[in-house]
């Protein structure tokens, strides 16, 4: 599904490592074409006992060009299934322009080089 998924640091918090492994097919059906290039990793925030969750997607191209992102997930989220959907969009549509401006760096840079004759 994904090139890998790390669920880490939820050994004291098994509610919350439930629900990032609920969020995760939810999270697949909205990247669809490159989950195979992502990776995808779950963290309670660091205040656990808020019920928060943190997500890092890491989207590496074969030309190498890396982006990742990080998103929150709050309590609040939980209680509406489509705030989740449009939670994990919004984190992988920050990777995506992330990637964007890179590839228009690279393609700007590409035309201050001086041309060879």
Known sequence: MFKSVEYAGFESHPELRATAERLTPVLANEIRTWRDEVRVRWRP???????????????????????????????????????????????????????????????QASFLEPAEA
Not at 75 to 97: A, I, K
């Open 45 to 107: 925030h660091p205040n656990p006992a808020t019920g928060v969750l943190d997500l890092t997607l890491e989207l590496t191209l074969p030309n190498g060009v890396t982006e990742s992102r990080r998103g929150t997930f709050s309590s609040e989220d939980f209680e509406r299934p489509s705030w989740l959907e449009n939670r994990c969009r919004r984190v992988w549509s920050d990777v995506l322009g992330g990637l964007i401006a890179q590839q228009d760096e690279r393609v």
